[in-house]
């Protein structure tokens, strides 16, 4: 495992200039219409999918090399992902690129009117290191089936998947319109130096914003994928077993908890939180041992910053006597094991920013409804679940909860869902990807009203006298 200061001195160096060279090739490619039509999209998208099917035991060493992500998780989470988001654009890619006819009125009588989707430009990519093929390669794919010119910048934080896609990019794509730009801090601000039409960032909201500013310079739109701190409703009327098994399958066994949807919180009555909690411990021994430090089922910890960062979480004073399960961690192979907080004080570090890791808080409250006062209290989430049996409580979280997505008794799949919309809202993000969404991230929705030069109605047309007014 590479530390991040030989993260940084190994990248290749890429300033402004390098930055400025880049983009006038690219748009040189663009601007020559290469990536516009559909055999070119269609040709990249064939070997994009040729390429993860090729190369799937290099893409699990570099995710195991990067997180130890277990080859089961690498498979399901990232290689399938991508496998089916590109099967997906390449079945719809016709569809998807056609002119959507579009009604017209009186005021442009007689015309007709089409939505013809037309390509950006050129786009910039910036992934986030937790699923480092998926978050990289995803936004990708939307991109070239939308015929734009990309760039991609991986995570520097997962070194070997960032090298890996520079190396397998260079080999199966047209690199005239496609390109892989590794680097971290320095080399992404050059980068944002450009004249984007698009940028698409995932990541934390700190750099989201700076993300944010730079494309302001030049009023480029942005797509921002951010995270925030999922919480989980769990009323007393559930399947326990189905809802432990999943929300235990959700946070630990989806990179430990590194993933933006991963429930950062449950909230429940303090009556049923004891069976629960039972519930949640008896899975984490059946899913990963009584020695979970050990377990080969759960990815490690990104990096050593990441792992300072939830300790500080853990070693907070406030949270003395709340920790009920785990707590345990290993610094020389940057695990901490799955961790259950009960009652964590409002004011603790581990209820005031996104967990993003091992650790589970659970809240209680008085009475269920309570929760979803709580939830509303605080910044809007990337997802927010409920674990009910009632209607009115499942209308009652859909109704009120303001969240990037919902989820009615589970965690985490609505992603895997492609004709939901994935994204945030307020503090999680802004736009969305996902199948045709993706497709529409990197389209402009161009309005074409087509006329001929007959039928100008006189009122159109000075001067403007009273019987014309008279006529409207
Ligand atoms: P990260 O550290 O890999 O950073 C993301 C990208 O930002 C990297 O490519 C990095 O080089 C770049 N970057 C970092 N600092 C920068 C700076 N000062 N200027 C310009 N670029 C900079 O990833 P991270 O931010 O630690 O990722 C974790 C966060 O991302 C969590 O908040 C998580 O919820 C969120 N996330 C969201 C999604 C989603 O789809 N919504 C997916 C994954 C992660």
Redesign the pocket.
């Known amino acids: 495992m590479a530390s991040e200061e030989e993260t940084k001195t190994s990248s290749p160096v890429f300033d402004a200039e390098a930055a400025s060279c880049l983009m006038k090739e690219l748009r040189g490619t663009f601007i020559a219409g290469k990536t516009k039509s559909f055999e070119w999209r269609s040709s990249q998208l064939k070997s994009l999918l040729k390429m993860v099917e090729d190369s799937d035991k290099q893409i699990c060493d570099a995710l195991f090399s990067d997180l130890s992500k277990p080859e089961m998780e690498a498979y399901i989470h990232e290689i399938a992902m991508i496998k089916s988001s590109c099967k997906l654009a390449l079945k719809k890619l016709k569809d998807w690129m056609k002119a959507e006819k579009a009604k017209t009125n009186l005021g442009s009588f007689p015309s007709s009117a089409e939505i013809v989707p037309e390509p950006l430009g050129v786009v910039l990519v ?6 480092p093929l998926l ?1 990289s390669v995803d936004p990708v794919i939307g991109a070239i089936a939308a015929g734009n010119a990309v760039v991609l ?5 997962a070194p070997a998947m960032s090298s890996l896609l520079a190396k397998l990019f260079g080999k199966y794509l047209d690199n005239s319109a496609i390109k892989v730009i590794e680097g ?2 320095p080399e ?2 050059a980068l ?1 130096e450009q004249k984007w039409d698009k940028i698409f ?5 700190r ?1 989201g914003r ?2 944010m500013a730079a494309a302001a310079k030049n009023l480029t739109p942005v797509v921002l ?4 701190k999922s919480p989980v409703l769990v009323d007393s009327n559930i399947d326990l077993a189905v809802t432990a098994r999943r929300i235990v399958s959700g946070k630990w066994g989806c990179n430990n908890g590194q993933a ?1 949807v991963a429930p950062d919180y449950i909230i429940t009555t303090k009556k049923y939180a004891p069976v629960l909690i039972d519930s949640l411990k008896h899975n984490l021994v059946k899913f990963f041992g009584e020695d979970p430090l050990n377990s080969p089922d759960l990815s490690r910890l990104g990096h050593s910053n990441h792992f300072a960062r939830l300790k500080n979480l853990l070693d907070d004073d406030k949270l003395a006597g709340k920790i009920i399960h785990g707590g345990q961690s290993d610094k020389s192979n940057l695990k901490i094991a799955p961790t259950i907080v009960l009652d964590a004080p409002e004011d603790s570090l581990i209820m005031n920013e ?1 967990i ?1 890791g091992p650790l589970l808080p659970i809240v209680t409250v008085e009475k269920i409804e309570d929760g979803i006062e709580f939830i509303n209290s605080r910044p809007k989430p ?1 997802a927010a679940y409920v674990f009910t049996n009632t209607k009115p409580l499942k209308e009652e979280f859909v109704s009120k909860i303001s969240a990037g997505g919902v989820v009615i008794n589970d965690v985490t799949l609505h992603l895997m869902v492609d004709t939901l919309p ?1 994204g ?1 809202i307020g503090d ?2 802004m736009g969305a990807y996902h199948g045709k969404f993706s497709f529409d991230a990197f389209s402009h929705k161009k309005a074409v009203l087509y006329r001929g030069f007959f039928g100008d109605a006189p009122a159109r047309y000075p001067p403007y006298t009273p019987g014309k007014l008279r006529l409207l």
Request: aromatic letters at 14%; charged letters at 10%; proline letters at 3%.
């Open positions: 910036i992934s986030a290191w937790n699923y978050l910048k991986p995570s520097e934080l971290a801090v992404t601000t944002l960032y995932t990541g934390n909201g750099v700076i993300v994928e951010l995270g925030g933006c996104e993003f990337l994935f945030g999680s993000g």
